[in-house]
């Protein structure tokens, strides 16, 4: 049974930075590629940010990127999503994931196999 839990959300002011962990158990996240997504109220679930089982290829959504940076840390077993510069258009429910793929990084949902709960990030004006 793989489990994933998120921390780290919150609420900042924009401007501001954030860093979300994904706690994982029942599998090496080393074992998998391991996404970020991000569902704000009443729009779809949208990939932010992708990591290789190696964490040597990462992938990016264009709104984060140069904001946003994703790693990992194997010893722990967890995956981090670093946010810097945070807008209020970043506000939204955050869910780590972990593929079916080792290597590929996919930025649709239907991609990944098991996910965490999410954790909130509101970012005020």
């Known amino acids: 049974q793989v489990a994933l839990v998120e921390s780290g959300g919150g609420l900042v002011q924009a401007g501001l930075s954030l860093r979300l962990a994904c706690a994982a158990s029942?599998?090496?996240?080393?074992?998998?590629?391991m996404g970020w997504f991000r569902q704000a109220p009443g729009k779809e679930r949208e990939f932010v940010a992708g990591?290789?089982?190696?964490?040597?290829?990462?992938y990016y959504s264009e709104s984060v990127k140069g904001r946003f940076t994703i790693s990992r840390d194997n010893a722990k077993n967890t995956v981090y999503l670093q946010m810097n510069s945070l807008k209020p258009e970043d506000t939204a429910v955050y869910h780590c994931?972990?593929?079916?793929?080792?290597?590929?990084?996919?930025?649709?949902?239907?991609?990944?196999?098991?996910w965490g709960q999410g954790t909130q990030v509101t970012v005020s004006s």
């Open positions: 029942g599998r090496a996240v080393s074992a998998s590629a």
């Open positions: 994931a972990a593929g079916s793929s080792r290597h590929t990084i996919v930025i649709v949902p239907g991609g990944y196999e098991h």
């Open positions: 990591l290789s089982w190696s964490g040597v290829k990462t």
